[in-house]
C-alpha cells in the first residue's frame, strides 16, 4: 500500500458505487483514512469491507447530499471517527431521464440540482472549517465533457455540472487564504450510465466514442480514482481553481 497520504482524512460521497467506490479505494490504498457516505447502507458495508481488505480505516454513513442535515453528520463523523478532514470527493450525482429543453420541469431540475450542485455547495460548506482547523485540505469536484459541449438532451444534467465548475472557482479564490485547494475533474469514464448507453445506443455510443483520441472510455480505477488521489497528494498543492479534462483528449482545448 502507497503512503503518501498517510495521516490524511478522506470524505467521498457517493461511496457506495461507481467511481465514489474506485476512488475510496484508491485514497485507501495510498494511505488514507476514509469515510464514504451514500444514500444505500448495504452499498457502504460492502465498499466498507473492500477497504478494510487491503489494510485501511473507512467508516460509512447513511444520507443524502441534498439534505444539510444528513452532511453535517458526514462531516461530523469524519471527526469523530479520525479527528478532522483533509480531503473532500464530492462525487455524489442523482440522475434522472434525458429531456430535452422544453420538456424539463422542477422534478427534474431538483434530482439533479439537489444532488449535485446544491451537495456540493452543502458539503464544502460543512467541511470549510474542519479542513481550516487542519491548516487546509483539498477539495475535489465534478464537472463533464458532455457539460461543456452542451450535448442534447441533457440540460439538467449541464446546468448542475457547470454550476459545480463556477462554485468551485469562487470557493478557489475565496479559501485560497485558507489554504484549501479546490480543483475540478471532468472524467470520460465506463460508469454505471455510460454502459447503458453503449447498450442502448450502440451506434451513438461507437459515434461518441470516435470524437475521443484515445479511442477508449477510461477506466474508473485505473484512469479516473488515480488521478483524484494524485490531486490529494502533495504534488499538486500549488494548483486551484483548475478543470482537470480526463476525457482520452475529447475536448482539446488551444
Not at 439537489?114 to 479542513?131: E, F, K, T
Not at 483520441?213 to 497528494?233: Q, T, Y
Request: charged share 20%; aromatic share 6%.
Amino acid at each position: 500500500m502507497a503512503a503518501e497520504l498517510n495521516g490524511k482524512i478522506a470524505l467521498v460521497t457517493g461511496g457506495g458505487q461507481g467511481l465514489g467506490r474506485a476512488v475510496a479505494l484508491e485514497l485507501a490504498r495510498r494511505g488514507a483514512d476514509v469515510v464514504i457516505s451514500g444514500r444505500t447502507e448495504s452499498k457502504l458495508i460492502a465498499v466498507a469491507a473492500e477497504i478494510e481488505a487491503i489494510g485501511a480505516k473507512v467508516a460509512t454513513v447513511t444520507g443524502d447530499v441534498a439534505v444539510r442535515s444528513d452532511v453535517e453528520r458526514m462531516i461530523a463523523a469524519a471527526v469523530e471517527h479520525f479527528g478532522g478532514l483533509d480531503i473532500l470527493v464530492n462525487n455524489a450525482q442523482a440522475m434522472g431521464g434525458q429531456k430535452k429543453l422544453l420538456d424539463l420541469d422542477d422534478e427534474a431540475l431538483e434530482t439533479y440540482f439537489g444532488s449535485g450542485a446544491r451537495g456540493s455547495l452543502y458539503c464544502m460548506q460543512a467541511a470549510h472549517p474542519v479542513l481550516a482547523a487542519r491548516g487546509g485540505g483539498c477539495i475535489i469536484n465534478f464537472g463533464s465533457s458532455t457539460a461543456i459541449t452542451g450535448d442534447p438532451t441533457f440540460g439538467a444534467y449541464v446546468m448542475t455540472k457547470e454550476a459545480i465548475r463556477g462554485l468551485s472557482r469562487v470557493a478557489a479564490r475565496e479559501w485560497g487564504r485558507d489554504n484549501i485547494r479546490v480543483n475540478v475533474i471532468c472524467p470520460a469514464a465506463l460508469t454505471k450510465s455510460a454502459e447503458t448507453f453503449r447498450d442502448n445506443h450502440p451506434e451513438a455510443y461507437g459515434a461518441m466514442l470516435k470524437t475521443v483520441p484515445l479511442r477508449r472510455m477510461g477506466d474508473e480505477s485505473a484512469d479516473i480514482a488515480g488521478a483524484v488521489a494524485s490531486l490529494c497528494g502533495d504534488d499538486w498543492s500549488y494548483l486551484t481553481g483548475a478543470t482537470l479534462m480526463l476525457d482520452g483528449g475529447r475536448l482539446l482545448f488551444p
